[in-house]
């Protein structure tokens, strides 16, 4: 299971981490985001020890979901030594996260 991070962890754990780290923004009345869920799931099983994969509520942490331009949910961001490579909005096969994350 993915792990959701605050604002606090933002920083520490997406931006200053080694290798890339996807983050799924989502919120709990999603129901698209429930769909991804398991994809996202299955993906970090996948990536486990080459990339990180994180999940941030939009409604817990406006701030970071604000910093980064998330109009909706679920936006998928691919960050590499702290800057954002990639993005996807909407529900995505498992094929193109994985691609995503290179």
Do not use: H
């Not at 890339?20 to 799931?41: H, I, Q, S």
Request: negative net charge; glycine residues 8%; hydrophobic residues 45%.
């Amino acid at each position: 299971m993915s792990e959701v991070i605050s604002s606090a962890d933002f920083q520490s754990k997406v931006l200053d981490a080694q290798g890339p780290v996807l983050v799924d923004f989502f919120a709990t009345w999603c129901g698209p985001c429930k769909m991804l869920a398991p994809t996202l799931d299955e993906v970090s099983g996948e990536v486990a020890g080459k990339a990180a994969v994180y999940k941030v509520d939009i409604d817990q942490s406006p701030d970071v979901a604000q910093r980064y331009g998330v109009m909706s949910v679920p936006t998928l961001v691919v960050f590499e030594n702290g800057q954002v490579k990639q993005q996807a909005v909407g529900v995505q096969p498992k094929q193109n996260i994985l691609a995503m994350l290179g």
